[in-house]
């Protein structure tokens, strides 16, 4: 999908495009930038942006230097850079007769369903209302083991509860290249990419992955998110004055085009979760059953890794550890090591109180291919 056909469209921008090495604020980027949201609002498109910058701010706004600080150190200067950095997008946003409002989230706000429904239904009346949600992770109170941990995947996560047709990931660079630009000069930049995981067999991604601000590693999860959910993304250097216009004009950045997606969207949410809980091995006939489309059951769980609850994400891998498929538990870790490749008739008796015969339902499923 082309950008000026997109109806949903959630912008990116890391804190290098809104503060320089000297930690100056970038006031004129910021209003051309304002001037490229206003041209999309005038096509009737709906706009998030997803901005990092409240640490940045408020290192700005203390004269802390960002490098020195602790995490519990850094969530105060969240909370305090976090009214500086809303303040900014507000006074230059309204020269431009743009209304925002602030969105914070936390993994688990999207990570749970309900809680991701309540998400989707707050943006869906702030477009109602005329108003561009402006998004960041609640560094304030996230602990590096519920965090995102970088904003390409929270952006990525924003555009798939929400049905975006587009996201754009504005960086330091123009987009993903066969080898490190920085290091080889016939490096050659990717226009255009269908299929991930061919490319990705064909890119030096380590050597790939030194350059740019967020790193690249996290904008191919960006990427993988978004093509299962039916959403183009694109990585698009937001150095540039006008950097939406700049993208429209020239074109020179990278395109991932999204898989044709039968999923529902309680699907797409299952299969598009950053933080799965735990996994389960399964043996070959387990696979072969859940290829045939059949739910889980105990009796093909050779190994459980990690901690869950019932109702958690979780990762199904083949004997070979290979990813096969993602689901809703219907047990805990602790309930499932205890049935692993029992019948499910015996699992009344082994747990001691009656539950479902499936460790992970059908319905609950979805199988990557």
């Not at 000297?22 to 930038?33: A, G, P, T």
């Not at 993903?176 to 990717?190: R, V």
Request: charged share 30%; aromatic share 4%; proline share 1%.
């Amino acid at each position: 999908m082309l950008l000026k056909d997109s109806k949903i469209t959630v912008i990116k921008i890391g804190s290098s495009l809104l503060v320089d090495d000297n930690k100056k604020i970038k006031k004129k980027w910021l209003s051309s930038f304002a001037e490229d949201i206003q041209k999309l609002k005038s096509k009737n498109q709906k706009i998030i942006i997803v901005s990092s910058g409240a640490i940045a701010l408020g290192c700005i706004k203390m004269n802390i230097n960002k490098k020195n600080l602790k995490l519990d150190k850094s969530q105060a200067i969240a909370s305090i850079g976090q009214i500086e950095l809303m303040n900014l997008f507000s006074q230059t946003f309204e020269k431009h007769q743009l209304n925002i409002s602030q969105i914070l989230l936390t993994l688990e706000d999207t990570e749970e369903r309900r809680r991701s429904l309540n998400a989707k239904r707050t943006f869906e009346n702030l477009f109602d209302l005329n108003f561009i949600p402006v998004v960041n992770e609640n560094d304030t109170i996230a602990t590096s083991e519920i965090k995102y941990g970088d904003n390409d995947r929270l952006a990525s996560r924003v555009a798939q509860i929400t049905n975006a047709d587009t996201l754009i990931l504005l960086s330091d660079v123009n987009g993903l290249y066969n080898k490190n630009p920085k290091i080889h000069k016939d490096a050659k930049l990717i226009k255009k990419i269908n299929d991930l995981n061919k490319y990705l067999k064909k890119i030096d991604i380590k050597g790939v992955n030194e350059y740019g601000s967020g790193g690249m590693h996290t904008k191919i999860e960006a990427a993988k998110i978004c093509q299962l959910s039916g959403c183009s993304m694109v990585i698009a250097n937001g150095l540039h004055l006008n950097p939406i216009t700049e993208i429209i004009k020239k074109n020179n950045c990278t395109w991932f085009l999204p898989k044709v997606s039968k999923l529902d969207a309680r699907k797409k949410w299952i299969i598009s979760s950053i933080s799965p809980k735990g996994e389960l091995i399964i043996d070959d006939g387990a696979k072969k059953a859940l290829k045939n489309g059949k739910s889980l059951l105990a009796a093909g769980i050779k190994k459980v890794s990690g901690k869950f609850k019932k109702g958690d994400h979780i990762k199904i891998l083949d004997k070979k550890n290979k990813e096969f498929a993602r689901g809703l538990s219907s047990f805990s870790s602790e309930e499932i090591n205890k049935i692993l490749g029992q019948h499910s008739k015996d699992i009344e008796r082994i747990l001691g109180y009656i539950s479902k015969s499936e460790v992970v339902h059908k319905d609950d499923m979805v199988k990557i291919k």
